[in-house]
């Protein structure tokens, strides 16, 4: 009989754990959640970014500066993904303020940023194919 409940418990310890995701139940679940959909909505951002300012440095390759002494594509995108960083940041932070202290605030803080980086994604991939 030990030895199965041995055998037994082994077994359960080899398994995959669960995805807590799936069906998160405390607060501090939904809070490793929330954080896991910001991180994978950022890298997602990053990967974004570096083809998006590739085509601007090749856009900026093709400028007739003869003509055009404006502030090239990439220098612009730069500034931009500057200010919307500073912007999301505390964006979300005056969402998660809602919450001020309680153990809501860093789902609210990841939620706002996973939302508002999938949002950026979506602009600067629509912003690389602009003709």
């Known amino acids: 009989m030990i030895g199965l409940v041995l055998l037994l418990a082994a077994g359960a310890s080899s398994a995959e754990p669960a995805?807590?995701?799936?069906?998160?139940?405390?607060?501090?679940?939904?809070?490793?959640?929330?954080a896991r959909d910001y991180a994978e909505a950022d890298k997602a951002l990053n990967a974004q970014w570096s083809r998006t300012a590739d085509v601007m440095r090749e856009r900026d390759r093709q400028l007739d500066?003869?003509?055009?002494?404006?502030?090239?594509y990439f220098e612009t995108l730069l500034a931009a993904q500057r200010a919307w960083l500073t912007y999301r940041d505390k964006h979300c932070a005056s969402e998660g303020y809602l919450y001020r202290g309680g153990s809501m605030e860093p789902m609210v803080v990841s939620g706002c940023k996973a939302k508002l980086t999938e949002q950026r994604t979506s602009q600067l991939a629509e912003l690389m194919s602009a003709e």
């Open 65 to 72: 500066r003869d003509y055009d002494d404006r502030p090239g």
């Open 19 to 34: 995805d807590i995701c799936a069906e998160p139940i405390t607060q501090a679940d939904m809070n490793q959640c929330a």
